[in-house]
């Protein structure tokens, strides 16, 4: 995962395991995305409707922030699915993670 916005972003966030609601806050949301966030006057965060992403625990957090609703159903009116559909026709195939995140640091 990165944070990105006004020709910046963050460092690549690599999660191993599962994504619970309180992770989601604990690893990215606190350390990451709210500093990103408040280092930007009028950001708009955006996420999509994963069940980590929707959890009360983030939620709570996610009211400190302007946050833009995720599109029902409708992938074409979501801005970063733009984004993830040029960074799939960038990567090279990768057989492991860490040539995953290697390809991807090197694409972005």
Same mark, same amino acid.
């Given at each position: 995962?990165?944070? $990105? ?5 963050? $460092? #690549? +966030? /690599?999660? !191993?395991?599962? &994504? ?7 690893? +990215?949301l606190r350390p990451h995305v709210g500093?990103? #966030? ?6 708009i965060f955006q996420q999509d409707s994963? !069940?980590?992403?929707?959890? $009360?625990?983030?939620?709570?957090? #996610?009211?400190?922030?302007?946050? &833009?609703?995720?599109? $029902? *159903? ?6 970063? %699915?733009? /984004?993830? @559909?040029?960074?799939? !026709?960038?990567?090279?195939? *990768? @057989?492991?993670?860490? @040539? &995953? %995140? &290697?390809?991807?640091q090197e694409t972005i």
């Amino acid at each position: 995962m990165w944070v $990105t916005g006004y020709d910046s972003r963050s $460092t #690549l +966030i /690599v999660m !191993r395991g599962t &994504l619970t609601g309180q992770r989601y806050v604990d690893d +990215i949301l606190r350390p990451h995305v709210g500093p990103f #966030l408040n280092s930007l006057p009028g950001a708009i965060f955006q996420q999509d409707s994963a !069940r980590p992403h929707t959890a $009360t625990v983030a939620q709570d957090v #996610l009211r400190h922030f302007q946050t &833009l609703s995720w599109p $029902t *159903c409708s992938p074409d009116t979501s801005p970063v %699915e733009h /984004v993830w @559909d040029q960074l799939k !026709r960038q990567m090279p195939r *990768c @057989d492991s993670v860490h @040539d &995953l %995140e &290697l390809a991807a640091q090197e694409t972005i």
